[in-house]
């Protein structure tokens, strides 16, 4: 909308997109090593923490490295682990306990904690400003920016008060360019501008796709009798098959309040399959209503996760900057954790541009040194001990998968000699509607289990209404004449937050995108089956509140 004549610029050393753990562990470390380096960690979300959506059972690991006197320090992360429990829900009323001895190693929680990610990444905020660091919350980066030799300077912010219909409002406000020697990119999962920074350099070449999971949480306040702090349940099975992979987990945080959700893998295949209202029911068995009854819920929200691993790791540098965290893809998916790793590839990108920078080397093309740390660090090893992990669920589904990761983790330790790949993208595998078995969904009770649009109202989410959409279609023709009589249009479905209807008006059918009901989980960027839909960034601010998630 803006020219380019029209915005202001300002120049930094280093330009970092998203203020999630990647990025502000990045922001920390530059500092810790040089204090008089201009740093700018530009965050879309209202407030640093407002987009970061995590279960969330923390590994200390990374932090324990970035703050080592963390605990003195005051990090919002006091909630021990306790005990684990894991269930394979058999039906909607039985369950079967799973004896620890039988869970893969990296599933157990000995030495973790349960907290909220977001407060974590405030508390970060807060320690990147007291050293120095500029940290601007609100601003959307929209594009990249580049020089004439095609190398990565930095980034523009999105115009603010545009309307609708394109035009500039009374209000209307340039975007801003953040320009850096070099730019390191946080988004957290398919980050706009990360995926086109993959593409425009072919970073992806080598690798299988990713593979992504979308992720359902709730926050309940539960009766303290019910409450059992530090306890860790997770569960598998119903009311998934056993070719759909996925699994539920309830976390008692401190306060009385649990958190619980959902993570359904998006290669799942029956497009009348809704992932809210999977969620939904799975509240209903007993192992899990049991805590809810006589409680309160008080938030909600969703957001994709990376499920591919090492083997869907892409080029990590290009021409002026890198990529960290969940952004290039780092979770560790056996664990079900990426926050530590996320800290951790943000400090060895930190310390890698401090060495270019110190030595006056900001010329090259590439800070391959970056790659070759992350290569030498515990991340690499052990995203490689779990590199067969989703691969073994793809190829023998969930039971037989889990057996198989038993086997893995707990007698080879991670070291069998080969590696699996899963080189079919996510949104590939849709079976027609017409072969698929038809799901029926409980009507929601309103007390255990509720409908989209209440759910929405309880992630804060917000949008300027007068601005053009977020969520744009290459082809405006394919939901109805593709999507709808292929697979009954699943946007209808696999969006948890009721962005996507089909409306009927007269007889005549119209496809409704509803873009202020977005919470950014990125699931129709994932898996609509044309790759139609285009997840574009609001004005900065907008989108859901997650701060306390």
Known sequence: MSDRNDRESMEFDVVIVGGGPAGLAAACRLLQLDESLSVVVVEKGSEIGAHVLSGNVFEPTGLDELFPDWKNMGAPVETECTGDLVHYLTSEQKAVRVPGLFLPRPMHNDGNYIISLGQLCQWMGEQAEAMGVNVFPGFAASEILYDSDGRVTGVATS?????????????????????????????????????????????????????????????????????????????????????????????????????????????????????????????????????????????????????????????????????VGCS?????????????????????????????????????????????????????????KGRNFSPALKRFGVFLGAAFAFIDQNIFFGKLPFTWHSRVPDHESLRKASDAEPIEYPKPDGVITFDKLSSVFLSSTNHEEDQPSHLKLRDESIPLEYNLPNFDEPAQRYCPAGVYEIVDEGGEKRFQINAQNCVHCKTCDIKDPRQNIVWDVPEGGGGPNYANM
């Open 159 to 323: 115009d603010m008060g545009v309307g609708k219909d394109g035009e500039k409002k009374g209000a209307f406000q340039a975007g801003y360019e953040l320009l850096g020697k070099y730019t390191v990119f946080a988004e957290g999962v398919r980050g706009s501008l990360s995926e086109q920074v993959m593409q425009r350099f072919d970073l992806r070449s080598k690798a299988d796709p990713q593979h992504y999971g979308i992720g359902i949480k709730e926050v309940w306040e539960i009766d303290p009798d019910k409450h059992q702090e530090g306890l860790v349940v997770h569960t598998t099975g119903w009311p998934l098959d056993n070719r759909t992979e996925g699994g539920g987990f309830l976390y008692h945080a401190a306060n009385n309040k649990v958190y619980l959700g959902m993570i359904i893998a998006l290669n799942y295949s029956n497009p009348h399959l809704s992932t809210f209202d999977e969620f939904q029911r799975w509240k209903l068995h007993p192992r899990i209503r049991t805590y809810l009854e006589g409680g309160k819920r008080i938030a909600y929200g969703a957001r994709a996760v990376n499920k591919g691993g090492l083997q869907s790791l892409p080029k990590l540098v290009f021409p002026g900057g890198m990529l």
């Open 328 to 384: 290039a893809g780092f979770l560790n998916a056996v664990k079900i954790k990426g926050a530590h790793t996320a800290i951790k590839t943000g400090m060895l990108a930190a310390e890698s541009i401090h060495k270019a920078l110190s030595s006056g080397d900001q010329g090259q093309p590439e800070l391959d040194d970056y790659e070759a740390s992350v290569r030498d660090s515990w991340v690499y090893r052990e995203l490689h």
